[in-house]
């Protein structure tokens, strides 16, 4: 027999750094789900990754008070921002740009991101990411 869905919540946490400390306890602790086990294969799952990136995180939890999590990459403003060496995008972008960025750094952003984005090819990844450029006031130059 299936288990019988209790419900999901979307978290960010930083990769290879789950711990029981706010947000991540309370979120999960209010759900009765078990934190110390979330957060060792949570760690586990991401310590491949850049340790300290973002990391959204759908969990699934279940009626047993058992769980599934799915880990997509960081956000392309995280990708985008460490491209172009900046802490923080533009407080106006469109009239002020921060930085730039090529469009081989671009085309590698879109690749990391394929498998979260709403895209058929590299291209238009790559369209999607530029979008987030612009937006963040990071130029593409090449």
């Known amino acids: ?22 947000p991540v306890g309370p979120a999960l602790g209010q759900r009765g789900i ?16 850049e340790q300290g990136a973002p990391c959204p995180t759908v969990i699934t939890y279940y009626q047993d008070k058992s769980f599934t999590m799915d880990i997509k ?17 533009s407080k106006l972008p469109g009239r002020e740009n921060v930085g730039t960025v090529t469009p081989k750094q671009l085309r590698e952003i879109a690749e990391a991101k394929m498998k979260d984005l709403n895209a058929t090819d590299v291209e ?3 369209k999607i990411i530029m979008g987030s450029a612009r937006s963040m006031g990071i130029e593409v130059k090449g």
């Open 124 to 126: 238009s990844a790559m």
């Open 34 to 49: 078990n934190i110390m086990e979330f957060c060792k294969a949570f760690n586990a799952r991401t310590q491949e990754l």
């Open 73 to 89: 990459t960081p956000p392309a403003s995280f990708y985008l921002k460490k491209a172009a060496k900046k802490k923080s995008g």
């Open 1 to 22: 027999m299936a288990k019988k869905v209790m419900g999901s919540l979307k978290l960010q946490v930083p990769a290879g750094q789950a711990n029981p400390s706010p």
